[in-house]
């Protein structure tokens, strides 16, 4: 019985979080859902509670699955929407942006509760798990806890004050509090001692006191803050999500009115009309913001379901709209002021002006239904309206830039002697419809220039006549110069039943506000009216005249009179300018030539104290990083990048490569060298000693004639040495012609040539032979020699 209480006291809760959310949405099917999903999580909880705990899952996903699909099928039945398969996975996907963005008071379709649904039921699982299951009913109360604070903080400040659903939150959970406490039984304190029962006492009494303090505590820390919340509002979480943005033609439809106007027959859309005999012109946008150059929309846009206002904000008949798009373009979709219902498609909707747009775009073949409240308004009612000057409307004010004065004097000429901003608007119509002509090739344009040339421009230079356009935003300026909030509306003219719109319906017209309400007004000149000169009732003054200056400049030339003397200019102001310009080339020079040197020595310094940190400061990985980076950037700087395929390793040996400087070689120029003239020298006579052959004996035989031939050969030494010709020891026979250097031990070298007639190394006179080791380094084999 206990666990049943608590589960009806976690129901309850459950239920309260879903009263706290309904309050934003249209009708009573959201809370129907929710209250449906809460009972079978719950339910299916305590009906499985003697099962193991394993099998709650699975039989909660069941469920889930189940009430997913009911919902489904519910809300696009109430919408008129599709509920296939693609319709749930869309919905589910887009459930949050389309609760953020949703205008209020929210249309319960399949993306705006399928996810109230979701959480309700795995909050209603949670809590019943905790409390009925494992008996843990304080903290059963944090699932349906935060769904109650999450409802809450959804529904902002567009709920109701209902002080009844907090406290019957609260009522439940204390009910579920006082079910589940159990009275200790009686043999419990029949088997502790009075000194336990003692001690539990104080403990439980010290637990006591120790809650009421901090309850105490935080009462007076938090209650003044929580005190002074109460008056204000909550914050709102759509502020949080950016709305749809439109293009520059959506944002300012008033530029496509002369296009229009040129293919007056181009078929845009049809419209059929019912519930009034003369219905107003079906608007398609209305632009509230002004820069002095474009007029623009300005809205902030909210996705909307078929209901656009929670109750009726005009009393007026209501009016019904069904179209087809024809030609029509771009996202602003057309309807009747004020729109309260749309049928048909998904719209998006600006809840000040009622600005409705479709995301996806017009197109050809689009069916949908509007109904609205046509207002009618009351001319007697107006005569005493008076208009707002607070901030609220200060947009619908400001005129930002220069005004030209000729537009503010016409301004100031139409409110004199009227009092009443009725009578001021009134005197605006009848200026524009009397003086103006309307004709459909005036080219597009609605600045400050364009609206001046509109009203003083010479009628032969096409000034004084303009679209609707040019006379909805001339009214607008000068209404807003004579204190009446005004904004421009674009849209096409019909009439009751059926119509066919084309461009040339297409016209602009402005809107005054009167005690909060927005009245349309006509300056279109009707078709009998004859247009009047506006030089006979106003013509702006000219800009007043600059003041004569205070000195007259003397005549020169020959306009000078005889007599006058010649005005000499003061040497001072010549010098002086002089002067001047010389020290502006000087101070221009020197910051330039300091800009320069700062350059030149900050950017060296900065690489230095660059390197130095990046080398000595960090980890060892840090370091080795930046010395690998400065190795790279000084080839970089040298004109040798590294190419990026090589290794560690090969870029080493390519950056000692690089390193080496290739120098190119130096062209001189040819140094003319006079000849020099040497002296003859005279050689003297070499007077060789005669060779004195000893006879000799040859012995008859095989060896006869060897003695006297090593004689000769010591003989013929002997005479080398004092004639100072060096013989080799052994030499290849006729060796060719070469040069070879012969170094001594002395460090001297001396020029030698092999003669092919006496083959033999002959050295230059006066050379110290004295060595006792040469090397004769030749191309050809040459063996060691000594000298003898």
């Not at 009806?8 to 249209?26: K, N």
Request: hydrophobic share 45%.
């Amino acid at each position: 019985m206990r666990r049943l209480l608590v589960a009806v006291a976690l129901l309850g809760m459950l239920v309260m979080a879903a009263f706290a959310l309904s309050p934003i949405y249209h009708g009573p099917l959201l809370l129907q859902l929710m209250a449906g999903a809460a009972a079978g999580a719950v339910g299916i909880s305590v009906a499985a509670r003697r099962l193991p705990g394993w099998s709650a899952a699975p039989l909660s996903v069941l469920g889930l699955t189940a009430a997913v699909m009911i919902a489904m099928r519910v809300s696009s039945a109430a919408a008129g929407v599709a509920g296939d398969l693609p319709a749930l996975r869309e919905a589910l996907r887009n459930s949050i942006p389309r609760l953020l963005l949703a205008l209020i008071p929210i249309e319960p379709q399949p993306d705006t509760v399928l996810l109230p649904v979701i959480l309700t039921w795995l909050a209603g699982l949670a809590a019943a798990e905790l409390g009925v299951r494992y008996h843990r009913v304080l903290l059963s109360y944090a699932p349906p806890t935060v769904l109650f604070g999450g409802a809450l903080y959804l529904v902002g400040p567009n709920g109701t004050a209902a002080s009844w659903v907090p406290l019957a939150f609260a009522g439940f959970a204390a009910l579920g509090l006082i079910v589940s406490n159990r009275p200790p039984p009686a043999e419990s304190d029949q088997r502790l001692s009075a000194d336990q029962r003692r001690t539990l006492r104080l403990r439980v009494g010290a637990g006591a006191v120790a809650g009421l303090a901090a309850i105490v505590a935080l009462s007076q820390l938090l209650g003044p803050s929580v005190a002074a919340k109460v008056g204000t509002s909550p914050a709102e979480p759509r502020n949080m999500v950016t709305p749809p943005q439109l293009d520059s033609l959506d944002e300012s439809p008033l530029v496509r009115l002369s296009g229009w106007a040129l293919n007056h027959d181009q078929h845009l859309f049809d419209v059929e009309v019912t519930g009034t005999d003369a219905p107003p012109p079906v608007r398609l946008a209305v632009l509230n913001d002004y820069d002095g150059v474009t007029w623009r929309v300005g809205a902030t846009y909210r996705n909307a379901g078929r209901v656009l206002a929670a109750k009726p904000v005009l009393t007026d008949p209501q009016v019904r709209q069904v179209f087809r798009i024809a030609d029509l373009d771009g996202r602003l979709l057309p309807g009747i002021a004020t729109p309260e219902e749309v049928n048909g498609v998904r719209v998006a909707v600006d809840t000040t002006d009622g600005t409705m747009i479709l995301s996806d775009g017009l197109r050809p073949g689009l069916r949908y239904s509007v109904v609205s409240r046509a207002h009618r308004p009351d001319e007697n009612a107006m005569q005493v309206a008076d208009v707002p000057n607070t901030d609220a409307v200060a947009r619908h004010l400001a005129l930002p830039g220069k005004v030209p004065d000729s537009i503010a004097q016409l301004a100031q000429h139409l409110g004199e002697g009227v009092s009443s901003p009725y009578q001021k608007a009134f005197a605006i119509v009848g200026w524009l419809s009397e003086h103006y002509k309307v004709v459909g090739d005036a080219p597009s344009g609605h600045a400050y220039p364009n609206v001046e040339y509109f009203l003083f421009g010479p009628k032969q230079a096409g000034g004084q006549k303009g679209t609707s356009e040019q006379f909805a935003a001339a009214f607008a300026v000068l209404a807003r110069l004579m204190g009446l909030p005004t904004r421009l509306a674009v849209g096409f003219r019909v009439a009751a039943g059926r119509n066919e719109v084309r461009g040339g319906d297409a016209v602009a017209w402005p809107e005054v506000l009167f005690n909060g309400v927005w009245e349309p007004f006509d300056p279109l000149p009707k078709a009998d009216t004859v247009q009047r000169p506006t030089e006979d009732d106003f013509r702006p003054k000219p800009p007043a005249s600059q003041p004569p200056p205070e000195t007259v400049p003397a005549p020169s030339g020959s306009a000078a009179s005889p007599s006058a003397k010649p005005a000499v200019a003061p040497t001072g102001d010549g010098s002086g300018k002089g002067s001047g310009t010389g020290v502006a080339v000087a101070i221009g020079a020197g910051s330039l030539g300091l800009a320069v040197l700062a350059f030149a020595v900050a950017v060296p310094l900065a690489k230095r104290v660059r390197r130095r940190r990046r080398l000595t400061r960090g980890t060892p990985a840090q370091r080795v990083e930046a010395a690998w980076a400065e190795v790279l950037t000084g080839l970089r700087l040298a004109g040798r990048p590294a190419p990026p395929h090589l290794t560690a390793s090969e870029v080493a040996r390519f950056a000692a490569t690089a390193a080496t400087r290739l120098r190119r070689p130096r062209l001189r120029r040819p140094r003319l060298r006079r000849p020099r003239l040497r002296r003859p020298r005279l050689r003297r006579p070499r007077l060789r000693r005669p060779r004195l052959r000893r006879p000799g004996l040859r012995r008859p035989g095989r060896g006869a004639g060897r003695p006297g031939r090593r004689a000769g050969r010591r003989v013929r030494r002997r005479a080398a040495r004092q004639a100072g010709v060096l013989a080799p020891a052994e030499l290849d026979a006729r060796p060719p012609p070469a040069v070879l250097e012969v170094v001594g031990q002395a460090g001297l070298s001396a020029w030698v040539r092999v003669s092919h007639a006496t083959n033999r190394l002959l050295l230059p006179a006066g050379r110290d032979c004295s060595v006792s080791r040469c090397v004769l380094d030749i191309a050809m084999p040459i063996r060691l020699c000594r000298a003898l």
